[in-house]
């Protein structure tokens, strides 16, 4: 299982990114996904999640800002960015909930994309 991300880069204060980050090698299927990010100094933090059925979860901080999504038939998962702050400045990482086993088994363990660089400039 891989998980590739992209989208990063440099934005100014106010502007928009879009994130993706796209699973391969996928058997059983994907639980949760979702991104969580981690500025310099800090510790790692989720961001936003999002179950198979599309129920979502966002840190407070990005609650009206951000907005993620999933393509279930890509294993995809995107995180849109608007109104970005300097604060949100930090290297985003994306996970996955990957099923091991036949979905009757209900076993998922984490894997982790590579990690994409935003940076709001102020």
């Known amino acids: 299982v891989q998980l590739q991300a992209s989208g990063g880069g440099l934005v100014q204060n106010g502007g928009s990114l879009r994130l993706a980050c796209a699973a391969s090698?996928?058997?059983?299927?994907?639980?949760?996904m979702g991104w969580h990010h981690q500025a310099s100094g800090k510790e790692r933090e989720l961001v936003a999640s999002i179950t198979s059925r599309g129920v979502t979860e966002y840190a407070d901080s990005v609650k009206g800002r951000f907005t993620i999504s999933r393509d279930n038939a890509k294993n995809t998962v995107y995180l849109q960015m608007s109104s970005l702050e300097p604060e949100d400045t930090a290297v985003y990482y994306c996970y996955a909930e990957v099923y091991i086993s036949p979905l009757s088994l209900g076993v998922a363990t984490d894997y982790w994309g590579q990690g994409t660089l935003v940076t709001v400039s102020s």
């Open positions: 090698g996928i058997e059983f299927g994907i639980r949760d």
